[in-house]
Each structure stands twice: as structure tokens, then as C-alpha cells.
């Protein structure tokens, strides 16, 4: 079975600032997915960003990005010039390509945001 | 433009009532969930379906029963509420075949706090 594991339950960074979030996973499959979710105070579930197993180039979206580390099963996320509107969980998710049994969750980080 | 729409938002149950949690979506997807959300456990999979009259288990299925007569509608059924089922739950879909609809991302209602007495 996979796993996720996110080993910073809470992270706090000075707005503007840089601040990297881990997460690793252990899988058998060769190909699948990885995503970042973010969940405001709403509770709603955001998609932050999304990388392909196959696709060694790391993904990007503005001020999010990630390092894939496909032999180390790394997936870290990075968020540039933090924004008191990134505070929020976030949680780092696998999914294996035409996976019907869904996303495996990690426990999720609490990221702050101090201005 | 509704996407996945759950309902109710809230609901507080005694222990041992039954109640039924709606999910719809207006997106023809093939795949439908349902996720419970507890805090420092992030969100696990409860049951899931790939089409309609097809369902399977997921990681904590126990005292839930899910069916899927239409595309549209996942609903999540408890039949016997304990305070162990106090939770948000989440209903989240996608579409399954084909390589250029299948992103892998499943789009997510807004959730539904549960709460067990």
C-alpha cells in the first residue's frame, strides 16, 4: 500500500518570505501523481499543484513550486514571497495513474504565515 | 458551473440514528468518493465507485454503505451513527479513461461537518 508522510505537522514563515514544505512517499508503482492541496479556514480543498511521475522537469505555478526527487520519492514544495493568504493546511497526495482507489493523503502541514 | 455539490453542510445526529450525506456532480465524471477528514489524520478514503453499480471499500469503510444508480449521485449512507463518525466528510470526483481528460486530480465538494452526540 502507498503512504504519504509529512513530517511538519506546523511551519511558520515571515510574510514575503521563502518556506519549504517536505513530503515523502513510498510507493511500487512507476507511474503516477503527486499533488499539493491546500485547505484554507473554508475547508475547501484547492489544488496548489501537480507533478507527473514520468516528467522529470519539476513543476511550476507562480510563486509554488516543487522538487521531485523520483529515486529518493521526495516531493517538497516550495512557496516563494509568501502571502498572509497561504496560511492554511496543506497536504501532499499520491495517486497512481488510473487509480480508482482515489488519493493517499499525507497528515498535512499547518503552514503560518507571521506578518 | 457547480461542480461537486454536498449536502448538508452541518448536521448533528444522536448515537444510533441513521442519515444520508448527498453528493452531486454536474461534470459526467466516471469516478466519485468519499472522504473523512480528522484532525492530525488528514483525509481518508472511505468508499469509492468508477461508474454506476459499481462500488468497493476503501481504507475505513466500517459503518458506511455507499450506492451509485446514477453518474450524478454518490450518496453516503450511515445507518447507525456512533461519536467515532464525528468528522468532515468529503465527496470528491474525476474522470477515469482516456489520457487527455485523466489529470489524476480529484475535484473536491465543499465538505460536511458531522458531529455524533
Known amino acids: 500500500a502507498q503512504t504519504v508522510t509529512q513530517s511538519q505537522p506546523e511551519m511558520s514563515v515571515q510574510e514575503a518570505e521563502t518556506v519549504t514544505l517536505s513530503c515523502t512517499y513510498d510507493?511500487?508503482?512507476?507511474?503516477?501523481?503527486l499533488f499539493w492541496y491546500k485547505q484554507p479556514p473554508s475547508r475547501q480543498m484547492i489544488l496548489v499543484i501537480r507533478?507527473?511521475?514520468?516528467?522529470?522537469q519539476n513543476a511550476t505555478e507562480n510563486r509554488f513550486s516543487v522538487n521531485f526527487q523520483k529515486a529518493a520519492k521526495s516531493f517538497s514544495l516550495k512557496i516563494s514571497d509568501s502571502q498572509l493568504g497561504d496560511a492554511a493546511m496543506y497536504f501532499c497526495?499520491?495517486?497512481?495513474?488510473?487509480?480508482?482507489?482515489?488519493?493517499?493523503f499525507g497528515k498535512g502541514t499547518h503552514l503560518i504565515i507571521q506578518p | 458551473n457547480a461542480g461537486v455539490t454536498q449536502t448538508p453542510k452541518f448536521q448533528v445526529l444522536k448515537t444510533g440514528q441513521s442519515m444520508t450525506l448527498q453528493c452531486a456532480q454536474d461534470?459526467?465524471?466516471?469516478?466519485m468518493s468519499w472522504y473523512r477528514q480528522d484532525p492530525g489524520m488528514g483525509l481518508r478514503l472511505i468508499h469509492y465507485?468508477?461508474?454506476?453499480?459499481?462500488?468497493d471499500q476503501g481504507e475505513v469503510p466500517n459503518g458506511y454503505n455507499v450506492s451509485r444508480s446514477t453518474t450524478e449521485d454518490f450518496p453516503l449512507r450511515l445507518l447507525s451513527a456512533a461519536p467515532s463518525q464525528t468528522s468532515v466528510y468529503f465527496c470528491?470526483?474525476?474522470?477515469?479513461?482516456?489520457?487527455?481528460?485523466?489529470?489524476?486530480?480529484?475535484?473536491f465538494g465543499e465538505g460536511s461537518r458531522l458531529t455524533v452526540l
Open positions: 470528491a470526483s474525476s474522470p477515469l479513461g482516456g489520457e487527455y481528460i485523466f489529470s489524476g486530480e480529484l475535484f
Open positions: 510507493t511500487s508503482e512507476s507511474d503516477y501523481y
Open positions: 507533478q507527473e511521475a514520468y516528467k522529470q
Open positions: 497526495a499520491y495517486r497512481r495513474r488510473g487509480g480508482a482507489d482515489g488519493l493517499t
Open positions: 461534470m459526467n465524471h466516471e469516478y
Open positions: 465507485s468508477v461508474g454506476a453499480g459499481i462500488t
